[in-house]
């Protein structure tokens, strides 16, 4: 079983701030690696697979990167909605990154 | 408009059975995959189970594996978790999921709202 995990757990910004969210997976899972976002009370929402394709809908400031085992997610601005917890996923998911208003 | 509706969930003894259904509707169902992931009371999200178009290939996560039964119903628009030997880990929020494709790649594209199954004496 591939083992993912994020760092940092937690990640303090303001908006407007560049947030970059790191996964790591204990072997090469190529480029299968997708992002989700959820907000308290909400179902997780799709924002990247094949770790750099944006899903319908999303924005433009969120884009990923990255194969092999190290994977990033960057949001170029931070909006006050996305304010979130963020997990990397490949099947399983990892334990996810907190982005929470400095 | 997709819509994925969780329904099954409840109270239940430890060692119990419970069977969750999702229907689903907005899309064409038997050209995707499915998949029911659950979290924890504030935990993380795990994927438990998935289940390709034609019901030809499903898959588990180890904690369920043995335990947990995934099918569909193509006819009726619908998903099924049937879960047996059910234990105190197992209380959780039980989404049901879209993958992106008809085998599981467990993109999930679509989420329901999710079922609330706790296991407890």
């Known amino acids: 079983e591939i083992v993912l995990t994020q760092s940092p757990a937690t990640l303090s910004l303001s908006p407007g701030e560049r947030a970059t969210l790191s996964c790591r997976a204990s072997q090469s899972v190529s480029s299968y690696l997708a992002w989700y976002q959820q907000k308290p009370g909400q179902a997780p929402r799709l924002l990247i697979y094949?770790?750099?394709n944006r899903a319908t809908g999303i924005p433009a400031r969120f884009s990923g990167s990255g194969s092999g085992t190290d994977f990033t997610l960057t949001i170029s601005s931070l909006e006050p909605e996305d304010f979130a917890v963020y997990y990397c996923?490949?099947?399983?998911f990892g334990p996810g990154t907190k982005v929470d208003i400095k | 408009e997709v819509q994925l509706v969780e329904s099954g969930g409840g109270l239940v003894q430890p060692g119990r059975s419970l069977r969750l259904s999702c229907a689903a509707s907005?899309?064409?169902?038997?050209?995707?995959?499915m998949h029911w992931v659950r979290q924890a009371p504030g935990k993380g999200l795990e994927w438990v189970s998935g289940i390709s178009w034609n019901s030809g290939s499903t898959g588990y996560a180890d904690s369920v594996k043995g335990r947990f039964t995934i099918s569909r119903d193509n006819a009726k628009n619908s998903l099924y978790l049937q879960m047996n030997s059910l234990r105190a880990e197992d209380t959780a929020l039980y989404y049901c999921a879209k993958d992106l494709y008809s085998v599981p790649a467990a993109i999930l594209v679509y989420w329901g709202q999710g079922t609330l199954v706790t296991v407890s004496s």
């Open positions: 907005g899309f064409t169902f038997d050209d995707y995959a």
């Open positions: 996923q490949q099947r399983f």
């Open positions: 094949d770790a750099s």
